[in-house]
């Protein structure tokens, strides 16, 4: 370093001490893994962040097709996920927190809406809408998975809920 003005000696100096300490704060280890079945097909795929589930991951069927995806945190299902038939329709999607149906949940059926609920820690705890051909037909209300209301029809369900928007 002869002949090198004091101040890049510094800067080179500080540029190691930084490097030095930014990589003993990021051991974090991240690596994207895939899991496969027996016979070769993919199982699932997704990011471990220091060996657990965390960031998006897809799960298959042994046929191939996708069954799952969505969210982890920690190892357990967070945010919003979509699940599939073994024909690639989708049978349902809903939110999730810390690993719990929580908020609203589609069930589908012949690629068409049959249902909606809200959650609360896996439990149906709000409303849930029933669909016939697309449209609402009828609806219930739940406390901690126990139905407290039924609307025979959509229309005396808005009736007596004004304030909840069309769902």
């Known amino acids: ?5 004091l101040n890049s000696k510094y800067l080179i100096i500080n540029i190691i001490f930084i490097w030095s300490l930014s990589s003993s704060f990021s051991s974090v280890e991240k690596n994207y893994k895939f899991n496969y079945y027996d016979h070769g097909p993919v199982k699932s795929h997704g ?25 982890f945190l920690n190892n357990k299902e967070q945010d919003y996920w979509f699940y599939y038939d073994d024909k690639g329709a989708k049978i349902k999607e809903g939110h999730f927190l ?16 049959s249902f909606k609920c ?18 609402s037909v009828k609806a219930m209300h739940y406390i901690n ?23």
């Open 1 to 5: 370093m002869k002949g090198m003005c």
């Open 145 to 167: 998975d126990v139905k407290t209301k039924e609307w025979s029809n959509y229309l005396s369900f808005i009736k007596d809920n004004p304030t909840v928007n069309q769902l």
């Open 98 to 113: 810390n690993g719990k149906m929580n908020n609203w949940w589609s069930f589908y059926k012949n690629g068409q809406i």
């Open 47 to 71: 990011w471990l962040s220091n060996n657990a589930m965390n960031g998006y991951w897809k799960f298959n069927l042994p046929n191939g097709k996708l069954e799952r995806e969505g969210h």
């Open 118 to 135: 809200q959650y609360v820690n896996d439990q149906k705890n709000g409303y849930c809408i029933i669909y016939s051909n697309g449209k």
